[in-house]
DNA sequence: CCCCCCCC
């Protein structure tokens, strides 16, 4: 402290030396500097200022310096160095604030009156300690105060300032100054538009309300207080409601409020803290308070109620517009104890708060309101002044039973489902994606368009056919994501119990502790997914998987289907070592990377039944992967494949049912007059070149340019017999080792579809291995062989 | 130096 002591503190000192010692004068500036510590407007030497002029007050300067006490009425706006003498009517509650330049200060506001008038005196924070002296009551005396005209109205005001002076008087008879009188009011008895006094009870205090107040920040709370004839709200605004914080006010304590402000609105009187008024922290005689909990199996229509429960359904909230423009958010809730569940309603700032599923939470002050949409009849409404606690105070029995309720609120297993028997339940799941559709755009009756995408998610018991609609469907969901679905809606699919997740369900990334015993993506697909070879393909198979090796890759075929929507399939065959079979990729499952010889693992194709063959269907629900090397292990290289599957014939051998047979023999006759076809690109068939145009005979239309398609005839020797071969597309591009595109070009620049006779005429005489199927040709009456597939050509 | 009104 000493070092602090600077000279002009110093010279304070000096003017009081012989009335105090410098030991004491330091100990009372300590004390002080406390006193005054959250107060920035003060600095040491205001401090020690306040200290001399107790002392110098007191015993040595004339009191009024010659000034004349002047009456209330009298006193005049812009008038300094004033004294005026009035009884205290009240004495405010202390405010603190923070003026522009940052500095914390203090005020206090008085009404002091005498027999001509009453007015306002301002105790700026040096003057503040003042009202440690004086009650309401008391005759005060103030010298060397200014008289302002107040703020923002007519009447005038005290203003005090470092160098007034102001005392209590205690001797003298002051009849002619009015009386003060504490008139306690019942709560039952305030009517609107009054100043009253009150003692009561706090019983519940809220949050504090923010609001927009033209651009800077509002603040309100309204205490919930009861004496024994009832109850009422005292609202602080702003600044008073640090009055909470400054007074400690708790829970259950009592309190005198002095000076409030009654108004009415809406038909219920409430009580408003004012600047003049002053609530006092203290033990008064008011009942104690027993707090009603309301069972939520006895909720009716009834208003402030107060309910314990744990939070078992919780819904996003909803943003709205209001009629003004201004923004407002309300989340419903659903809360359950050991007699019921009751839906809740938030509003704005309380549908921010976070009550996961399974906390308690407390709502004090609720009103309950019939309402047949919740499915629990009832609801809680809540408004500004209810409070909202998480995790009360409350007894271990209720606790207990609390928790209990908890336990059917817990996500379930997704095999569970399959044990429920109803539609239109709503549960929660915690899985993980196993595969994802596109999302698909429809058509409500209403005309409005909507979106739908199929999800499947796994857990480690099961999975579950998953409808996300609408925004959900936009979301990001990628095969592998972990998710937590809450509010997912139960509704029959074909074979098992399906979900919705709409509106009311909440998707949601699941915490670590939730995913700790979830399996991996790849531990789901092994339980649900059983691998088949592919001898084993039924028709209708479900949850397959087939591991394979691509064999042949086609190109894609563009279509148009019958809405009008272009797509693209292509057709693949697999082999696994036990058959071959064909695969159709459709959309965008048709441009994944694949060429002969590629592992492959497909997850959830569609098995069906065609032409006397079983093929496969890659579509957006099935998943293709290239497998790892471990499980590809056993599976045959392609040249084994090829061995295994395509049996080798000699040609006399050939029957006319043998498919995916390999023969060689020499090519002794080869044909290439013409081996290029126009089709129609609508219709697949031949067109024929007349009158200048391409003219389809099936569709009737002029072709702008026609598909091409090659085909290349001859026969081949081996040391069994003859057999003709005809090679189509591929294996026509294979065989003369030319593009269909580059036949084309040649044939068009010559002008001579023969033009590539001699290039075919060629290969006679070379040994060609080819897979083919057989088939009997009626016309000719024989068996003859439709290349597949060009394996090996050599001279 | 504070701001007498204001929030659902």
Same mark, same amino acid.
């Given at each position: ?98 003026? /522009?330049? &940052? *500095?914390? !200060? ?5 009404? +002091?009156? %005498?027999? @001509? $008038? #009453?007015?306002?005196?301002? =105790? ?88 927009? /107040?033209? &651009? *800077?920040? !509002? ?5 919930? +207080?009861? %004496?024994? @004839? $009832? #109850?009422?709200?005292?609202? =602080? ?90 923004? &407002? ?467």
């Amino acid at each position: 402290m000493s070092g602090e002591v600077n000279d002009e503190i110093m010279k304070e000192y000096e003017r009081i030396k012989d009335k105090i010692s410098y030991e004491d004068f330091l100990k009372k500036m300590e004390e002080r500097k406390k006193e005054y510590e959250d107060v920035s407007f003060m600095s040491d030497l205001d401090i020690a200022r306040t200290i001399t002029g107790e002392y110098i007050d007191e015993k040595n300067e004339a009191l009024s310096e010659g000034n004349k006490p002047q009456k209330i009425s009298q006193l005049t706006a812009g008038h300094d160095n004033v004294c005026v003498i009035g009884r205290i009517m009240s004495v405010s509650n202390v405010k603190k604030f923070t003026n /522009r330049k &940052g *500095n914390h !200060g203090k005020l206090a506001n008085m009404i +002091i009156a %005498d027999e @001509t $008038g #009453q007015i306002r005196v301002t =105790l700026w924070t040096e003057n503040v300690k003042f009202l440690d002296e004086v009650i309401e009551g008391d005759v005060v005396k103030l010298n060397r105060v200014e008289v302002k005209q107040g703020f923002r109205n007519e009447n005038n005001e005290i203003q005090t300032s470092r160098d007034s002076k102001l005392e209590k008087i205690t001797d003298g008879n002051f009849e002619e100054l009015p009386k003060y009188e504490e008139k306690l009011t019942n709560l039952a008895d305030v009517k609107g538009e009054s100043t009253v006094n009150v003692v009561a009870r706090i019983i519940r205090i809220p949050r504090v309300r923010t609001f927009d /107040r033209n &651009g *800077n920040d !509002g603040k309100v709370m309204s205490l919930e +207080i009861q %004496d024994k @004839t $009832g #109850q009422m709200q005292l609202t =602080l605004w702003n600044n008073d409601v640090g009055i909470v914080e400054d007074l400690k006010l708790k829970e259950g304590d009592s309190i005198k409020v002095l000076g409030a402000q009654s108004r009415l609105r809406n038909g219920e009187v409430s009580l408003t803290h004012s600047w003049r008024g002053r609530i006092i922290k203290g033990e008064f005689d008011v009942p104690e308070y027993d707090e009603d909990i309301l069972k939520i199996g006895d909720a009716h229509e009834m208003k402030n109620v107060t309910v314990i429960g744990v939070v078992c359904k919780n819904y996003d909230k909803i943003t709205f517009e209001r009629n003004d423009g201004s923004k &407002g958010q309300v989340k419903s809730i659903e809360m359950q104890d050991e007699t019921g569940s009751i839906r809740v309603t938030l509003w704005n700032d309380d549908a921010d708060m976070k009550l996961e599923k399974g906390s308690i939470i407390k709502i004090t002050g609720g009103n309950i309101e019939f309402d047949e949409y919740s499915g629990t009849d009832y609801r809680i409404n809540t408004n500004w002044n209810t409070k909202i606690d998480e995790d009360p105070e409350i007894d271990d029995k209720l606790r207990e039973n609390l928790q209990k309720c908890g336990d059917y609120i817990k996500p379930v297993e997704i095999s569970t489902l399959n044990e429920m028997d109803d539609e239109g339940d709503e549960v929660d799941i915690i899985g993980r994606i196993i595969s994802v559709q596109d999302p698909s755009e429809f058509q409500r009756t209403d005309g409005t368009s909507g979106t739908v995408r199929t999800v499947e998610i796994g857990d480690a018991t099961g999975v579950v056919r998953t409808s996300f609609w609408d925004e959900k469907a936009e979301k990001s969901l990628n095969p592998g994501d972990a998710v937590k679905i809450e509010n997912a809606r139960t509704r029959f699919g074909n074979y098992n119990m399906e979900l919705s997740v709409g509106r009311t369900s909440r998707l949601m990334e699941p915490s670590e502790e939730e995913t700790k015993n979830l399996p991996s993506l790849s531990e789901i697909e092994e339980k649900i997914y059983k691998t088949k070879h592919v001898d084993e393909l039924e028709e209708g198979d479900q949850n397959i998987r087939l591991l394979g090796r691509i064999l042949n890759v086609y190109d894609p075929n563009q279509f148009q289907r019958s809405d009008g929507t272009q797509g693209i399939v292509r057709t693949v065959e697999i082999a696994d070592g036990t058959g071959t079979v064909r695969a159709s990729f459709w959309d965008e499952k048709a441009n994944l990377p694949m060429k002969a010889g590629d592992t492959i693992k497909i997850e959830n194709p569609r098995v069906n039944y065609r032409d006397g063959n079983i093929e496969i269907s890659i579509s957006r629900n099935t998943v293709v992967t290239k497998p790892k090397e471990d499980e590809t292990g056993k599976l045959p290289s392609l040249d084994e494949i090829q061995d295994m599957i395509y049996k080798n014939r000699k040609i006399e051998d050939v029957e006319e049912e043998d498919r995916n047979i390999k023969v060689t023999g020499q090519i002794v006759e080869a044909y290439g007059n013409k081996i290029l076809y126009e089709m129609c690109p609508n219709c697949n068939k031949r067109v024929n070149f007349s009158e200048n145009a391409y003219i389809c005979d099936i569709c009737g239309e002029e072709i702008d340019e026609p598909n091409y398609l090659m085909i290349i005839s001859c026969v081949m020797e081996d040391e069994t017999g003859t057999m003709r071969a005809t090679f189509f597309r591929k294996a026509a591009e294979e065989f003369i080792g030319m593009t269909t595109d580059e036949v084309r070009d040649v044939i068009a620049k010559t002008g001579d579809e023969g033009s590539l006779e001699d290039k075919v005429a060629d290969m006679v005489g070379q040994e060609i291995t080819i897979i083919a199927d057989a088939s009997y040709d009626e016309y000719n009456e024989e068996i003859r062989l439709n290349a597949k597939k060009v394996v090996s050509l050599k001279i």
